[in-house]
């Protein structure tokens, strides 16, 4: 069964933030076609549906290397207060935010990229379905 994470941007704008970080997301050769816009019902009164995160489908080939590079490289060109926090499917949560990764060094910046990846990995004996 295909897995999915779901990506949140909290601060900033974040509807446009969302949208921002699927472009960069979806400019990935390995998560092009696995980045989808989740939209919540519009609160009474409103009109039109509200983008609050992103899905993106897990699978084996590198693909959590990819999402954690383009997640901490888009979140340290952020202005401002910004964090990504990312959702398994088993509810594990890793949070993200631009006053964590900005100022890092290029060997912290591996290690927590490693980081991120490995805690997204897809599951060791897991087939991919779609």
Same mark, same amino acid.
């Given at each position: 069964?295909e897995?999915? #994470? &779901?990506?949140? !941007? @909290? ?13 960069? &997301?979806?400019? @990935?050769?390995?998560?092009? =076609?696995? %980045?989808?816009?989740a ?8 009109? =039109?549906?509200?983008?609050d995160a &992103? ?6 080939? =590198? %693909? ?7 997640? #901490?490289?888009? #979140? ?5 207060s910004?964090? !990504? ?7 594990? %949560?890793? @949070? &993200?935010?631009?006053?964590h %990764?900005?100022?890092?060094e290029?060997?912290?910046?591996r290690?927590?990229?490693? @980081? ?15």
């Amino acid at each position: 069964m295909e897995q999915r #994470i &779901l990506v949140q !941007v @909290e601060g900033g704008g974040s509807a446009d933030d969302v949208r921002s970080l699927r472009q960069w &997301l979806v400019a @990935e050769d390995e998560l092009r =076609g696995r %980045v989808v816009l989740a939209e919540t019902p519009p609160p009474p009164g409103a009109l =039109g549906a509200v983008v609050d995160a &992103l899905t993106v489908a897990l699978g084996p080939g =590198g %693909v959590a290397t990819a999402i954690a590079s383009v997640l #901490i490289s888009w #979140i340290r060109r952020q202005r401002g207060s910004v964090s !990504v926090k990312v959702t398994r499917p088993d509810g594990t %949560v890793t @949070e &993200l935010s631009a006053t964590h %990764v900005s100022g890092l060094e290029p060997a912290r910046l591996r290690e927590l990229t490693a @980081e991120l990846s490995g805690s997204l990995e897809w599951p060791d004996g897991e087939q991919e379905t779609r």
